[in-house]
């Protein structure tokens, strides 16, 4: 089937590029947090802490979500309807933008689409395919329809029909449909892709918001961005998270094609593996505070894909440990801080007052991947909750699995391979990229 997809989209692809071309090709979109200033989500009456304090809310659901996932509890593809970073692209031709929420663990990319017989409210308009000359309706009975997880519509009409079922009871149901769709990159001429498969979603609801008008899939499925785009970009993107993204105005960005290529001083890198096609995951070996690499107890508990591995999830703002990762981590950190503690907040555990407007000094904490290690700052590892008042971004994740979160991620050039199953980490100032 995966042989299948990628004649289909190669063939469509040669049509408009010429293979001496597709080597060396690269481009970069901005990868917006969705409470920047950049955001059409950004909420102008909500403070920094505000902002900080719902962030953890949807971490908290995520991780639910990915515990549900991984224990077999739950068996749809989909895991969370809220993510943290939305990215822009236009569909059909005339181009038609739309901002989606970018997310790994979505099978399909899908929008809102007119006429919606009951859609959420949406404060863009609707795409509307009646007005796309390039829009095709990808027949019920097609492999590719088979692929991306569709069925033949009841109604005789050989439509592609699809319900993706969020586990927080969101839903988007709909047709899945292909159409040119367009990325508007930060330099250069536009980048367009013939016969991109979408769902156009006609009946969707629960928890989206209504400046978001559908999911950007980034996952390694047929139905993902990055494998569709696959022959221009070779398998290849990275990200770069700014700090700071709830008061700022600089966007984080994502590289595709040879502009995702991680390399120069400083970059390590470690095996991708990845679960049903929607997470991406590397292999864990522990944790050091300081230069002192600590003893996991022996756990007998057994997660299956994810025992020994960490899921690298952009879409949330915690890292989630097991028991056995955790708390030798809060017995360092305790150890080693000399700061007066300040108590829980909400679900995070380690708490410290440094004094208004003093930032906090922590100890460097390194995550080991197998070949890697991952050397991270204090801007990945605390954050600001009220003034003189910082806490660790790690919390345990009783049950569920290791999950390294956004913040962990700030300032790294964060690079996958599909092709060659790597990812690379490398230091660098995400607000000059
Ligand atoms: C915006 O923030 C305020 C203050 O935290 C909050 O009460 C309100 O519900 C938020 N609005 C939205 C749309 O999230
Ligand atoms: C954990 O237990 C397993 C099985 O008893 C054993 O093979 C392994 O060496 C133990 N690991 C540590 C770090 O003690």
Known sequence: MAALIFTFFSLSFLSICSLAEVKNYGFTVD??????????????????????????????????????????????????????FLMKLSIGTPPFEIIGLADTGSVLSWTQCAPCDNCYPQKQPLFAPKKSSTYKE???????????????????????????????????????????????????????????????GYENLGNFNNEASGVIGLGGGPGSLITQMNSLINGKFSYCLVSNAYSNSKSSKMHFGSKAVVSGAGVVSTGLHIFKNLLYAVRFKGISVGNKRLAMYNSSKVLGFFNERIIIDSGTILTLLPKKYYQPLEAAMKKEMKLEVAGAHGVLRLCYKTGNGIKIEAPKVTVHFVGADLNLNNVNTFFRVADGVYCLGFVPHEGGPAILGNLAQVNFLVGYDLRKKKVFFKPTDCSKQ
């Open 138 to 200: 990808v027949a019920g009975n097609s492999k590719l329809c088979k692929s991306l997880g569709g069925l033949s519509s009841i109604l005789g009409d050989n439509k592609c029909k699809y319900a993706l079922n969020y586990l927080d009871g969101s839903y988007s149901h709909g047709t899945i449909f292909s159409d040119t769709i367009t990325l508007n990159p930060t330099s250069g001429t536009p980048i367009s892709q013939k016969n991109f498969v979408f769902g156009c």
């Open 31 to 84: 990868l917006i947090h969705r409470d920047s200033l950049l955001s059409p989500l950004h909420n102008f009456s909500a403070s920094y802490f505000d902002s900080i304090n719902t962030a953890l809310h949807r971490s908290k659901s995520r991780a639910f979500a990915f515990r549900a996932l991984a224990s077999g509890t739950h068996s749809t593809e989909l895991i969370y309807s809220h993510g943290d």
